[in-house]
């Protein structure tokens, strides 16, 4: 078994690139130095992360600000609303509200990527790099729906119209989808509302996706109720725990993204030699996204993970 | 004693001067001395407890000046925390997460330098003091030390109680428990609502608690087991929709949040007296006061205080109305009226 350290979803963005964005949205900075500063600090996250030993990552998801911004400003049929708690976090997103049949529009998406592959070029070629982007059913299930019949046909248009169209202009071999909505249900905690895409659809959805790029599929806060096959699914190993039939490769959420304690490294280990035997590859991971640390606990906590790299 | 029908009122932050945001900076640098930043935070701490009264706020508060954000002012201040370094609430909003990494002790007051000065310098009778309760401080930092959040909130619970009985003590008349966080995990409201009560315990003054971006129906389940005397609850954020959680609203009374703080367009005056209006079909007027939906510390100062005008004066218009039918007047009640 091989044992792979693995980054999934954002880093914290760095409090020196927060005030460049800030000042660029108040007229006080021009966009090329924005870019600039966008530029620098992914590479020198890609830097550190070459340091830490972390295999497979992603571009820190700098320009984004939720997993979902700024996505929906470029989704045709969406208006962006009022801030909502992401899960129980003290971190909120804006939440799109649906207002007409969804499609995607013109977006710079596709770009970051390739500007993000041409900077790992240049400092740390050999890793391997995901582009991170919603799961249909997260960004359904967060949605707050106006206009679609239920949120199964919001999911389904979503992969459709929204995703597929962007995944394929995506010049990366994997694609992360964002789905912590397959392990942890809304909670009653933001909505009182009960809808629910069936397990059976938002497998569907994914497969469907995953016939256009390898996928990674995220899941956190809980365990996974649904398995999509031929996917590689991430599970939260801190709050949730491994459902059955899953073989092959796996991400393991082993590192708690969520407190500022350190884990050990042996008992990691030691929970990771017993699983070894179900899986081809074990890719070792966060439990979440790591914006809900600060930026040297996260640091710190990547760096344990890239120790337990190896056979 | 009375206040007009319709107190107004805030929920506590409010945007900081620019020229205070930078003593804040050279403080942090080092490069002034610590008399002359209280100084300045004094300083702004008149300037926007003017500015409320002038809006025409009946119970202000001076918006929070002295403090750098909502936890970490009173983390740093009780023993037993330390930080890592800030993480990001949203956008580029970033606060100071602290984690408990020993057994947390009330080793000085909190806030009684901030209800002292506020007292002397207000022309107001009554002023509201906002303070972040147990669970959202248990909640919104990081635990190395307890074995279980409970017991973490609870230690919590009897530090903020030592603090309200002295503020109690000096003159403090009404308090604000701020727990954004209190529904953040369904399964634990309900000892949550234990800490509350424990936070409260052995006093007599008015005790409001603020609650947003929540989902209120859960916590309309709990309404009449809490110890406060007001619940402060942000409307304008949904567009006041789906409000039917209040008829579970019996006895205590409403804060309705009438301001969107999260937008920088100005409400009009008449958009706040008909949110008012419509409340009154769930709450009678004798149990409302009104407020912006949150603090107002995200907005420019100049939207900021034009929101509140507009909000005084969409009060107005309905208390107009109010007067006609005879209702002029509410007695300002405390915990000891429940």
Redesign the interface.
């Given at each position: 078994m091989r044992v792979v350290p693995a980054l999934i979803g954002s880093l914290?963005?760095p409090?020196g690139l927060?005030?460049k964005?800030?000042l660029y949205s108040i007229g006080r900075l021009n966009e090329d130095k924005l870019e600039e500063a966008y530029r620098e600090h992914t590479k020198k996250a890609f830097q550190k992360l070459r340091d830490a030993g972390i295999k497979v990552i992603t571009d820190g998801m700098y320009r984004w600000?939720?997993i979902f911004n700024p996505l929906i400003r470029y989704i045709d049929g969406v208006e962006v609303n009022?801030?909502?708690?992401f899960y129980?976090?003290?971190?909120?997103?804006?939440s799109p509200v649906v207002k007409g049949e969804v499609n995607l529009l013109d977006n710079p998406i596709p770009k970051w990527v390739s500007i993000a592959k041409e900077i790992l070029e240049e400092v740390y070629p050999e890793a391997t790099l995901k582009a991170v982007l919603p799961g249909p059913v997260t960004l359904a299930y967060h949605s707050l729906n106006e206009y679609y019949e239920n949120l199964e046909a919001l999911a389904k248009d979503y992969a459709e119209k929204v995703l597929t169209p962007l995944i394929k202009e995506l010049e990366v071999d994997i694609v992360e989808l964002q789905e912590p909505a397959l392990a942890s249900e809304l909670?009653?905690?933001?909505?009182?509302e009960e809808v629910h895409i069936s397990k059976e659809t938002a497998k569907t959805v994914i497969e469907e996706l995953g016939k256009l790029r390898k996928l990674w599929v995220v899941t956190y806060f809980g365990t996974p109720q649904v398995i999509p096959k031929g996917v590689i699914l991430n599970v939260d190993l801190v709050e949730g725990s491994l459902p059955d039939g899953i073989g092959g490769e796996v991400g393991l959420g082993v590192v708690n993204a969520r407190?500022?304690?350190m884990e050990r490294s042996d008992r990691i280990r030691d929970k990771l030699l017993k699983l070894s035997g179900n899986f081809s590859r074990i890719y070792v991971t966060p439990n979440t996204l790591l914006?809900?640390?600060?930026?040297?606990?996260a640091w710190r906590k990547l760096k344990l993970l890239g120790r337990l790299g190896g056979e | 004693m009375e206040l007009p029908i319709l107190p107004t009122s805030v929920i506590g932050s409010y945007p900081k001067p620019r020229w205070l945001l930078r003593q804040y900076k050279l403080y942090e640098l080092g490069k002034i001395p610590e008399e002359d930043f209280k100084e300045a935070v004094r300083d702004a701490s008149v300037a926007v407890l003017r500015e409320h009264e002038r809006a025409g706020i009946d119970i202000p508060w001076d918006g929070e000046m002295g403090r750098s954000e909502m936890t970490e002012y009173f983390t740093a201040k009780i023993h037993g925390f330390r930080f890592y370094g800030p993480i990001r609430v949203w956008g580029n909003f970033y606060f100071n997460k602290a984690s408990a990494v020993s057994k947390l002790e009330y080793k000085e007051p909190l806030v009684l330098d901030e209800l002292k000065f506020v007292q002397s310098v207000t022309t107001r009778e009554i002023v509201k003091i906002p303070i972040t309760g147990p669970y959202t401080l248990a909640e919104w930092s990081f635990n190395e030390y307890y074995d279980t959040k409970e017991d973490f909130a609870m230690d919590l619970a009897k530090i903020l109680n030592k603090e309200f009985k002295l503020l109690e003590k000096e003159g403090a008349k009404f308090i604000q428990i701020d727990e954004p966080a209190i529904l953040n995990h369904p399964n634990e409201v309900e000892w949550a609502v234990e800490v509350i009560n424990r936070a409260v315990k052995g006093l007599k003054l008015k005790v409001g608690m603020h609650v947003c971006y929540s989902n209120y129906y859960l916590l309309a389940d709990y309404f009449d087991d809490l110890n406060v005397t007001q619940f402060a609850l942000e409307f304008a954020n949904r567009n006041f929709r789906d409000m039917d959680f209040l008829k579970k609203l019996t006895s205590q009374e409403l804060g309705f949040g009438v301001i969107d703080v999260h937008n920088p367009r100005i409400e009009t005056p008449e958009e706040v007296a008909r949110a008012i209006r419509k409340v009154f079909n769930y709450i009678e007027p004798e149990r409302l006061y009104i407020n912006p939906d949150c603090g107002l510390k995200l907005l420019s100062r100049n939207i900021a205080y034009q929101k509140l005008v507009n909000m005084v004066k969409g009060v107005e218009i309905v208390r107009k109305e109010l007067e006609k039918k005879g209702k002029t007047s509410v007695p300002f009640r405390t915990l000891k009226d429940f």
């Open positions: 914290p963005r409090l927060a005030k964005i800030e600000d939720d009022g801030l909502f708690k129980e976090n003290n971190f909120f997103y804006r909670s009653r905690a933001t909505r009182e407190e500022t304690k914006d809900f640390l600060p930026e040297s606990v | -």
